[in-house]
């Protein structure tokens, strides 16, 4: 339950897009590389996140409350 509520959040704070090359199109990576083993999971790949407009200080401020708090 936590990891949805740490994946919500992060959908909640950002934009996340496909990284672009040097030619400006975007990095999509192939939908079979996986690593192989008991846990398959994607291979690491690039990708870009962006935080939304106006939630930035949002985020900030909570980041910077909660560590004031916790230390």
Same mark, same amino acid.
């Given at each position: 339950?936590?990891?949805y509520i740490?994946i919500?959040?992060i959908a909640?704070?950002?934009?996340?897009?496909?990284q672009?090359?040097?030619?400006g199109?975007?990095?999509?990576p192939?939908?079979?590389?996986y690593?192989?083993?008991?846990? #398959?999971?994607?291979k690491p790949?690039?990708?870009?996140?962006?935080?939304?407009?106006?939630?930035?200080?949002?985020?900030?401020? #909570?980041?910077r409350?909660?560590?004031?708090?916790?230390g």
């Amino acid at each position: 339950r936590s990891l949805y509520i740490l994946i919500s959040r992060i959908a909640w704070a950002c934009d996340i897009a496909y990284q672009k090359d040097a030619h400006g199109e975007d990095m999509i990576p192939p939908s079979y590389d996986y690593v192989a083993g008991f846990n #398959v999971q994607p291979k690491p790949f690039p990708f870009e996140l962006k935080p939304r407009a106006g939630r930035q200080d949002i985020v900030e401020e #909570v980041h910077r409350s909660v560590w004031e708090t916790e230390g």
